[in-house]
C-alpha cells in the first residue's frame, strides 16, 4: 500500500531509514511522515523494530543509512538535548522517573530547554549558568520558576485525582500506572510539536487503559501530534488518522486504520508464522503477541 500524498511538508520525514547491529537489520528501508496535527500509530510483532525506530528519531540511536528530517531540518549529528529544543518528547516502553523526586518536581524537568537562562549549544556553560543564577535567584528566576510551577500543577490538574493530592510525594511512592502519567505530564511539560508515546498503557489494567485513551484522545483533539507505538488495537483504533504496520524491521503497510486491519500482509504477520530476532539484534522488549484465529478487537483486552 503506498503512504498517503502530502501537498505540505511533513513534520517528521523518515526516509529509507535502516539500522544494523552486527549486520542484522532491525530496520530496513523504512519511510514514512508525519503531518501537524496527526495522531499515527506504529504496530507490529514482537521484535518487529518499533522501539528501535523510536530511538533512531529521537537520537538515542543513529541510522545506518536513510534521513529523518523534523520541520525539513535534517536531525543526523544533533546531540539528545538538541530534539528536546526542536520540540520533540518521548515517553518510554519502560516508564522513566526521578524517584526521589516529587511527582511536580519530576514534571518540571520537562521545562529544562525553555528556561531562559539555557541558551548557549555548550552544555558547560548552561550548566554554569545555571549554578549562578540558582546561587544568585535574580528576581527573573523567581518569577519564571514560579510560572512554570503553575504550569506543571496545571498539566497534572488533567489527570484528576490520579495526581493533583500526589503532587509533593515522591514518585516511587506511586502505582505503575501514575508513574506512567507522571512520565507523560514531563513530555507535556516541554509543550511539544511531536509527542512520541511508547506503549503508554502498558502494564495497565482495563480502566486504567480507558482512561488513558480519553487523555490522548483530548490532547489529539487540541492539535497534538502524536507517533505512538501500541498493542492494543482498541486504542489504535479509535485514536490513529494512519497506522504504520512493522514486521522484521521492514514496514510492510500504512494507511488508515480500518484499511490496514484487513490487510492480508498484516494478517500474516501478526497469525502466520513467527519471527525471533538473533539475541545479538536490538529487540523491542514488548509483550509476545500470541497466536489467535482472527484480527479483531476483543474488548476486554484489546491487545493485538
Avoid at 11 to 35: H, T, Y
Avoid at 256 to 266: F, G, N, S, T, W
Avoid at 289 to 300: E, F, K, M, N
Amino acid at each position: 500500500m503506498e503512504s498517503v500524498q502530502r501537498a505540505t511538508r511533513p513534520l517528521l520525514e523518515i526516509k529509507q531509514v535502516s539500522r544494523a547491529f552486527d549486520g542484522v537489520l532491525a530496520v530496513d528501508d523504512v519511510s514514512f511522515g508525519i503531518d501537524e496535527g496527526e495522531t499515527v500509530s506504529v504496530i507490529g510483532p514482537n521484535g518487529a523494530g518499533k522501539t528501535t525506530l523510536f530511538n533512531l528519531i529521537t537520537g538515542v540511536d543513529q541510522p545506518t543509512a536513510g534521513e529523518i528530517f523534523f520541520d525539513g531540518a535534517p536531525l543526523a549529528g544533533l546531540p539528545a538535548h538538541a530534539y528536546a529544543r526542536l520540540g520533540m518528547a518521548r515517553t518510554f516502553q519502560h516508564g522513566r522517573v526521578f524517584g526521589n523526586l516529587s511527582v511536580l518536581d519530576n514534571v518540571l524537568l520537562g521545562a529544562h530547554s525553555r528556561r531562559q537562562v539555557v541558551r548557549s549549544r555548550a552544555p558547560v556553560v548552561n550548566l554554569l549558568r545555571e549554578l549562578a543564577y540558582g546561587l544568585l535567584q535574580p528576581g527573573s528566576v523567581k518569577q519564571e520558576e514560579a510560572a512554570l510551577r503553575a504550569e506543571a500543577e496545571e498539566i497534572l490538574a488533567q489527570f484528576g485525582e490520579r495526581l493533583t493530592p500526589r503532587l509533593h510525594q515522591p514518585a516511587y511512592s506511586l502505582s505503575y500506572a501514575n508513574r506512567r502519567r507522571v512520565e507523560i505530564a514531563r513530555a507535556l511539560m516541554l509543550r511539544p510539536r511531536l509527542l512520541l508515546l511508547d506503549e503508554p498503557t502498558a502494564g495497565m489494567n482495563p480502566a486504567e487503559t480507558q482512561e488513558m485513551l480519553d487523555f490522548i484522545a483530548t490532547l489529539k483533539a487540541r492539535g497534538q501530534t502524536i507517533l505512538l507505538i501500541e498493542h492494543k488495537l482498541t486504542l489504535v483504533m479509535q485514536l490513529s488518522d494512519r497506522v504504520v504496520v512493522m514486521d522484521d524491521g521492514r514496514k510492510i503497510t500504512e494507511g488508515a486504520p480500518e484499511v490496514v486491519r484487513h490487510d492480508p500482509q498484516v494478517i500474516e504477520a501478526y497469525l502466520g508464522h513467527r519471527h525471533h530476532p538473533p539475541a545479538n539484534a536490538a529487540q523491542d522488549d514488548e509483550p509476545v503477541v500470541q497466536p489467535a484465529t482472527r484480527l479483531t478487537i476483543d474488548p476486554a483486552a484489546g491487545v493485538l
